[in-house]
């Protein structure tokens, strides 16, 4: 059984900095992409950030400069660096994950953690 924990979230000021990680758990063979998702209010989920086993990463204009994604192979996790924050930053923000096991290749999200801008 595989698991992605997440944690990180919270409540920050504009224009500060937060970083969200997530880990996964289980019988892994690999995860050739991982990524984070968020979600405000009466919004549909959105790709924030996207990070691939050869290091090419992919991010959200409205991040792009701001956020930075990054994966660390020996613990399968992935993190998500966010500084200059915005209140149009707020929402429950997913990790995602594309991995190997046995059996095939398998899509696992994460529980959500929410990400609060606000003064």
């Known amino acids: 059984q595989v698991q992605l924990v997440e944690s990180g979230g919270g409540l920050v000021q504009p224009g500060g900095s937060l970083t969200l990680s997530c880990a996964a758990s289980?019988?892994?063979?690999?995860?050739?992409?991982m990524a984070w998702y968020r979600q405000a209010p009466g919004s549909q989920r959105e790709l924030v950030a996207s990070?691939?086993?050869?290091?090419?990463?992919n991010y959200a204009d409205s991040v792009k400069g701001r956020f930075t994604i990054s994966r660390d192979n020996a613990k399968n996790t992935v993190y998500l660096q966010m500084s200059s924050l915005k209140p149009e930053d707020t929402a429950v923000y997913y990790c995602?994950?594309?991995?190997?096991?046995?059996?095939?290749?398998?899509?696992?999200w994460g529980q959500g953690t929410q990400v609060t801008v606000s003064s």
């Open positions: 995602n994950m594309n991995l190997v096991r046995l059996g095939g290749s398998y899509v696992y």
């Open positions: 289980g019988s892994i063979f690999s995860i050739p992409v």
């Open positions: 990070l691939i086993s050869g290091g090419d990463t």
